[in-house]
């Protein structure tokens, strides 16, 4: 069966610092990868997707990015983080077909930015 | 007019009860549609996909009127261990967004 796990789960960075949020998938090849962000009281946010290694889709301009350098492996990063930054990251997979194929979710990671 | 749209709620109910959440989407061409049940500072998890046809799963039951571009979910006989935030997605061929646009949820209390 598929699995999906991201790290960290939890984290306080000051503001300015860097970030590396990483996720893997294990069970499944070439998958949709995507990242989103949680802020309280609001929506899923997508940041990020990715549909295969090295193709990375950007819904947002920020100070962040993401990478994939492996089928199964979907980084998001930042050189410097804002307190806006804070929120509930989210690593998630679907399958390759772009028909809006069911997704599922990693546990998160929660970022508070201070 | 908002993609994905739910009565934020909360909806707060007595055990057994009946309730219903709606959503709305703007998109005609949508293709698939689910309902994700999210509970406290996880991640969302997914509950049902909803089928044309309409389609049950034990308590819930979930339908799609694709001429009114709305989904329903509707939850029988309700328990406490259903009180969670209940997450409307609909998803497209295209389009920018990963092709799945989420709803900002509905929250549900089940009371004693």
């Known amino acids: 069966s598929q699995t999906i796990h991201q790290w960290p789960a939890t984290l306080v960075q000051p503001v300015g610092s860097p970030l590396s949020l990483e996720c893997t998938v294990e069970?499944?090849?070439?998958?949709?990868l995507y990242w989103y962000r949680q802020a309280a009281g609001r929506g899923l946010q997508l940041l990020f997707y990715?549909?295969?290694?090295?193709?990375i889709s950007s819904e947002v301009p920020q100070n962040l990015s993401a990478s994939r350098p492996q089928d199964r492996q979907f980084i998001l990063s930042s050189k410097k983080l804002l307190l806006s930054d804070s929120g509930f990251y989210l690593c998630?997979?679907?399958?390759?077909?772009?028909?809006?194929?069911?997704?599922?979710f990693g546990e998160g990671s929660w970022l508070t930015v201070v | 007019r908002k993609e994905v749209e739910q009565d934020p709620g909360p909806f707060n109910v007595p055990e057994g009860a009946t309730v219903a959440f709606n959503c709305t989407y703007s998109?005609?061409?949508?293709?698939?549609f689910f309902w994700y049940r999210q509970d406290c500072r996880k991640e969302p998890k997914l509950l049902m996909s909803?089928?044309?046809s309409g389609n049950e799963d034990g308590r819930f039951t979930a339908q799609l009127n694709r001429a009114s571009q709305y989904i329903s979910l509707l939850i029988r006989d309700s328990k406490l261990s259903d009180s969670a935030t209940y997450l409307c997605?609909?998803?497209?061929?295209?389009?920018?967004?990963?092709?799945?646009?989420f709803g900002k949820g509905t929250k549900l209390s089940v009371k004693p």
């Open positions: 997605v609909v998803g497209s061929y295209g389009g920018s967004q990963g092709n799945l646009i």
């Open positions: 909803v089928y044309s």
């Open positions: 990715s549909v295969g290694i090295g193709q």
């Open positions: 998630a997979w679907s399958g390759s077909s772009l028909g809006g194929n069911t997704i599922y």
């Open positions: 069970g499944t090849s070439n998958p949709n």
């Open positions: 998109n005609s061409a949508s293709q698939s």
